[in-house]
């Protein structure tokens, strides 16, 4: 855990900042789907098409690529509920690092239990 949450802490960090910097404005349940749209939309949007192709022509979109998106499918809901996580927690007390190391220690650890 302890190798890899540096890197990670990173990563939440740009993606804390991200998340309140767009979301900032918009109150309620309304701001919490957005950042999971934020969030999870881009890797939704890659495996709607990748598995789409795949679907309709019987070749995916990139062949090359076996094992990684079906990898992507459990991403999607760890990026949204660290959206909603941080939203929250930026709600409640007003730091962006707070979220971020919270984040970097749940989903790190989410990652790496055996």
Same mark, same amino acid.
């Given at each position: 855990?302890?190798?890899?949450?540096?890197?990670?802490?990173? *990563? *939440?960090?740009?993606?804390?900042?991200?998340?309140?910097?767009?979301?900032?404005?918009?109150? =309620?349940?309304?701001?919490?789907? *957005?950042?999971?749209?934020?969030?999870? =939309? /881009?890797?939704?949007?890659?495996?709607? *098409?990748?598995?789409?192709?795949?679907?309709?022509?019987?070749?995916?979109?990139?062949?090359?690529?076996?094992?990684?998106?079906?990898?992507?499918? /459990?991403?999607?809901?760890?990026?949204?509920?660290?959206?909603?996580?941080?939203?929250?927690?930026?709600?409640?007390?007003?730091?962006?690092?707070?979220?971020?190391?919270?984040?970097?220690?749940?989903?790190?650890?989410?990652?790496?239990?055996?």
């Amino acid at each position: 855990l302890l190798k890899y949450a540096p890197i990670f802490f990173i *990563y *939440y960090l740009v993606n804390s900042i991200s998340v309140i910097a767009n979301t900032k404005d918009i109150k =309620g349940w309304k701001g919490h789907l *957005y950042a999971m749209l934020l969030n999870a =939309g /881009g890797l939704t949007l890659f495996l709607v *098409y990748h598995y789409g192709k795949l679907f309709l022509t019987g070749t995916a979109a990139y062949p090359t690529l076996a094992l990684q998106p079906i990898l992507l499918f /459990g991403l999607i809901p760890s990026l949204a509920l660290a959206a909603v996580f941080t939203r929250k927690t930026y709600e409640k007390t007003n730091n962006v690092w707070l979220a971020a190391f919270l984040n970097t220690i749940l989903f790190t650890s989410f990652s790496f239990t055996k």
